[in-house]
């Protein structure tokens, strides 16, 4: 069955630092992976996703993450973050690739940001 | 153009009570999900919606109830509130295509206590 974990519960980073925030994955094929974030009181919203082609993908806000199928991860990168980016986020996998396939999401990652 | 909307925003209930959560969305979108979000457990889906009229189970669907009468309406039921059922309630939509191509929108949750 498809599964995400993400092992990292909260993050604190300085602002201004480099972020990276880890996913991996568990799937038979060629994932479907997203990437999530949730700000305080709020609901989701797509920062970026994957399906196939150029394994760095480019999303919203500054941030990208990149696809190593060989360690099943999907990592969230930005290279210097802001205090704005004080959230959650949420990695996710579709169970399919149909209209009708589900998305699956991970436990989530808290990210604090140190003034 | 609100996009998704959810009604209320906050409950609290007594064990054994019941009541409707109401999701609107004004983007004339196909598909409509509900999710509850617990600590540490990331979103998990209750029941979702391929279209007016149709309903199907996701992960976690004991003790709720769906209908969608409407296209643009997605309601969410608890027959007889449980305090495991304390949750933060998303709704999502996402128009008719693959999970691909498509995008879910979600809503800004509703938070229920039960007492």
């Known amino acids: 069955a498809q599964s995400v974990t993400q092992p990292d519960i909260h993050i604190t980073v300085s602002e201004g630092a480099s972020l990276e925030l880890r996913c991996n994955y568990s799937y038979g094929a060629t994932p479907y992976l997203f990437w999530y974030v949730q700000s305080p009181g709020q609901g989701l919203q797509l920062l970026l996703k994957y399906f196939s082609g150029d394994t760095l993908v480019q999303g919203i806000k500054g941030f990208e993450a990149e696809f190593k199928r060989s360690q099943s991860s999907f990592n969230l990168r930005k290279p210097s973050v802001h205090w704005s980016d004080a959230a959650e986020y949420f990695c996710?996998?579709?169970?399919?690739?149909?209209?009708?396939?589900?998305?699956?999401f991970g436990s989530g990652t808290r990210l604090s940001i140190r003034p | 153009n609100a996009g998704v909307t959810q009604t209320p925003k906050f409950r609290v209930l007594k064990t054994g009570q019941s009541m409707t959560l109401l999701c609107a969305q004004d983007?004339?979108?196909?598909?409509m999900y509900w999710y509850r979000q617990d600590p540490g457990m990331g979103l998990r889906l209750i029941h979702y919606?391929?279209?007016?009229?149709?309903?199907a189970k996701g992960e976690v669907p004991d003790g709720y109830n769906v209908s969608r009468l409407k296209k643009q309406n997605f309601l969410l039921g608890l027959e007889s509130a449980a305090p495991s059922q304390t949750s933060v309630y998303f709704c999502?939509?996402?128009?008719?295509?693959?999970?691909?191509?498509?995008?879910?929108?979600f809503g800004p949750g509703t938070r229920l206590t039960v007492l």
């Open positions: 996710a996998v579709a169970t399919g690739y149909s209209s009708a396939s589900k998305i699956i």
């Open positions: 983007m004339n979108h196909e598909y």
């Open positions: 919606s391929v279209g007016e009229g149709t309903t």
């Open positions: 999502a939509s996402k128009s008719q295509g693959g999970v691909s191509t498509d995008t879910q929108y």
